[in-house]
């Protein structure tokens, strides 16, 4: 490199790019010429996961709290309730005195769930009429609803295939006979790649390859808010691209470990790597190559520090909600759909419900695979459009790419721009 | 007077002239137009699910009739090997496989326990427990009519069979949300989630670059204008979004949720405040806050319920408004809310406030002192 930065090389740009950007990271021992970037480096790629994996460890929601009101009294009353309490999704934690007074509770948050059996219940039972158990909620969690109905529905079925086995015996079935024909079809219930429908294992791992995303964008967009606010060099210069590709690299080892702190550590150690770890983790380094150009060309236009958090932290949720991958695609508007089409987090999220809970290989997920490369093409070719135009425009201007001789960090300025 | 006046213009027209901030507020809308579009429909139809009958009589063509006029259902032509059907299922273009063996009719009718086979993909918990659920259904049905005919053979009289066989029926009463849908329980809380974590941001543009020489009253007056941002966006996002995409209006009066949305709101603002007090303005506080908030949904028990999450993290959670406002939605939705339906949550969000006012008076007044010390020394 020459002393007018004139004849530097792309490579030159690239190795300035990597330097400042590791003493911006590094630099800094007051809290004015901290620039903050480490601490986004280190707590997205630990924090998140940790609290994510710490919040879902329990995986599945049993126990719901349940009130339950029997106004019959009976034996058969008595005998439902144990049976009801027996069950582990069911937890009961009152028996209100009355129908009014549960559903009070339950407007309280005091349960989720009020079982009432009717004072009637045993009677018409016997009478050859049929005794109703209702089953009440505010409907308010439909998640815990889909837990709890279908236990107690269970028991009831339980109960009705004892009752009925006990009317055919009376009508002169041998009682084996009795049994089967109270219960005629059996239902062979294969529950497959999931078979404990856990809560934690559906969700989490789709919301930790939003958090690698969120990592390897937000990063590098907040360090280039950060040089902008100092006065450093983003964009600017002989070979602009090459220069915010060395910003990249220093981010690299943090985005590499951050992954395989994801992929090898929290997924197998939660039991959400599914078949393959390592295709997992793959599949989660091949997303975050995708994200590269967008990063890169997010960086290039972010003004600030604070812009590169307003702007990104608001593409996270939306782009998991609409992904497809907790509410079916096929349940979604066709806007809604196409528009996901763009952003590599809906390929990849699908591609990591295949891979991590199903077939364990990234090749059974080659079309997505080619959506996120494809995407990965397009984005590069906006960031080096975005990037190089500037470029195209001024380089005759550009500043030299050489540290100040006093290599001493800026602080940043703490009044605001009118 | 005239400092508030001046803090509150100033802060509209930063809010105005900020192009990250136009672009953060269009960003809102879109989300929380995202999250009310994505839940439009509620419920879980038309899932592709593949019968295969191989008993071919009338009966088991009934079954396949019964499936396929669910709701939650759409029979699709089944793959012609088992190793299509295995793709397809991994690929997700099937939800579930339904298999009637052959005999089925034969060993139902002979009194022997006949078997039908569900594999459903379980991978999506929804859309897999949706389509169990409806399979199940059926099937009950279909063995009860198989139960009914056999007892009314044995004498029991047609008004009766129904009852022998089947002697307990279950129902449901879903109070406030009676089609279980997924409308009401995600989009409302999704999109208040967005309002949150905008309600942060802009707390924040009021708090960054911090301005040691700012007055009270100009501070406030712009924490005014953010306030005032907010809930025209809050009221927007209540009676237009989510009532004009998925229908979900509030039962309880709009005063009555303007008037809760204003309180949510300013206990976001001080928690913002007071996080950033805490952190001795400085940037480490709003990354705090940004991770408190984007945390937040998940932290709320809307979705994941607040009984299954660990302990410390529901009192790191308890600290956040937007906690307390998640059991205020749940009652103002559906239906009226009394004053004594919503005490609870109001009372935490109060205490919330009160908090986060001590927290930003302590920190004030300690700077006061450091001041001070500074300046004797």
């Given at each position: 490199m020459t002393g007018d930065g004139s004849t530097a090389t792309w490579l030159d740009s690239f190795r300035a790019g990597l330097r400042e950007e590791w003493q911006l990271v590094f630099g800094g021992h007051s809290r004015q010429a901290r620039s903050g970037v480490l601490t986004v480096l280190l707590a997205i790629p630990l924090l998140y996961p940790a609290v994510v994996a710490y919040l879902y460890h329990a995986e599945d929601a049993r126990e719901r709290p349940a009130l339950l009101v029997d106004l019959d009294g009976s034996a058969l009353s008595r005998r439902l309730t144990l049976a009801l309490e027996a069950t582990p999704e069911l937890r009961l934690v009152g028996r209100p005195s009355s129908v009014g007074e549960g559903v009070q509770a339950l407007r309280k948050d005091e349960a989720e769930v009020l079982l009432v059996i009717p004072a009637d219940f045993t009677r018409h039972v016997k009478r050859g009429e049929r005794g109703q158990l209702a089953v009440w909620t505010t409907g308010g969690n439909v998640y815990t609803w889909g837990i709890a109905f279908p236990a107690v529905a269970s028991v009831a079925a339980t109960f009705n295939a004892e009752l009925a086995a006990r009317a055919f015996a009376q009508k002169g079935l041998p009682p084996e006979a009795a049994r089967s024909r109270a219960a005629p079809i059996a239902t062979g219930d294969r529950r497959l790649f999931h078979p404990t429908g856990a809560y934690g294992r559906y969700t989490a791992a789709g919301v930790l390859l939003i958090v690698i995303q969120q990592l390897i964008v937000v990063s590098l967009a907040f360090s280039a808010g950060v040089r902008r606010e100092r006065g450093m060099t983003v964009t600017e210069g002989v070979h602009p691209f090459g220069h915010v590709v060395g910003m990249a690299a220093a981010h690299a080892p943090s985005w590499l470990a951050g992954l395989a702190f994801v992929g090898l550590a929290v997924f197998p150690w939660m039991g959400w790597a599914g078949p393959s770890a390592l295709a997992t983790t793959a599949l989660l380094a091949l997303f975050g190559l995708a994200i590269v150009p967008i990063s890169v060309a997010v960086a290039s236009v972010v003004p600030d520090r604070m812009s590169a958090f307003q702007v990104l932290m608001f593409f996270s949720a939306p782009l998991f909600l609409a992904s497809g991958f907790t509410w079916p695609a096929s349940q979604m508007p066709d806007a809604v759909r196409w528009a996901m089409v763009p952003f590599p987090a809906t390929p990849a999220l699908r591609a990591l419900r295949i891979v991590s809970m199903k077939s364990g290989e990234l090749g059974a997920v080659l079309p997505e695979l080619r959506w996120l490369a494809t995407q990965a093409l397009v984005y590069a070719a906006l960031a080096a459009l975005i990037v190089l135009r500037p470029w195209r425009r001024g380089s005759a201007a550009a500043p030299s790419l050489r540290l100040p001789a006093a290599a001493a960090i800026p602080a940043v300025r703490t009044e605001a721009t009118p | 007077m005239s400092a508030f006046r001046h803090g509150f213009l100033g802060q509209l027209r930063q809010l105005g002239r900020s192009r990250p901030n136009q672009l953060m507020l269009l960003l809102f809308l879109g989300a929380a137009v995202l999250a009310a579009a994505t839940y439009r429909r509620g419920v879980l139809r038309d899932l592709p699910v593949a019968i295969l009958d191989e008993d071919g009589t009338a009966l088991s063509r009934t079954v396949v009739r019964d499936l396929d006029a669910t709701p939650e259902l759409s029979q699709v032509a089944p793959p012609a090997t088992l190793a299509a059907a295995e793709a397809a299922l991994v690929r997700g273009d099937l939800c579930a496989v339904v298999l009637i063996p052959d005999g089925f009719t034969a060993a139902l009718k002979r009194g022997r326990r006949a078997e039908v086979l569900v594999a459903a993909d379980l991978s999506n918990i929804l859309s897999g427990k949706t389509a169990q659920r409806a399979v199940a259904r059926v099937l009950a049905t279909v063995a009860a009519g198989a139960q009914v005919s056999l007892v009314e053979k044995l004498g029991t009289p047609p008004s009766q069979a129904l009852a022998r066989v089947v002697p307990i029926s279950t129902t449901e009463s879903l109070l406030d949300n009676p089609a279980t849908s997924f409308a009401p329980y995600a989009a409302p809380a999704f999109a208040y989630y967005f309002l949150h974590v905008l309600a942060l941001f802009l707390a924040w543009t009021v708090l960054w670059p911090a301005a040691p020489q700012r007055s009270l009253a100009e501070t406030l007056g712009r924490f005014a204008a953010v306030l005032a941002v907010a809930l025209a966006l809050g009221l927007f996002t209540t009676y237009g979004l989510l009532g004009g995409i998925t229908g979900l209006v509030p039962a309880t009066p709009a005063v009555v949720v303007a008037g809760l949305l204003l309180a949510f709101l300013a206990a976001d603002l001080l928690f913002a405040w007071a996080v950033c007090a805490a952190f001795r303005n400085g940037l480490l506080g709003f990354q705090v806050t940004v991770l408190l908030g984007m945390l937040s949904l998940m932290m709320s028990g809307l979705t994941w319920p607040w009984d299954a999450i660990p302990a410390p993290i529901r009192a790191v959670a308890?600290?956040?408004?937007f906690i307390p406002f998640g059991r205020v939605l749940r009652r103002i939705l559906p239906g009226p809310a009394s004053l004594s339906d919503l005490a609870g949550p109001l009372g935490w969000l109060a205490l919330q406030a009160a908090v986060a006012l001590a927290v930003i008076a302590a920190a004030a007044f300690l700077e006061r002192l450091a001041a001070r010390a500074g300046r004797t020394a």
């Open positions: - | 308890s600290a956040v408004p």
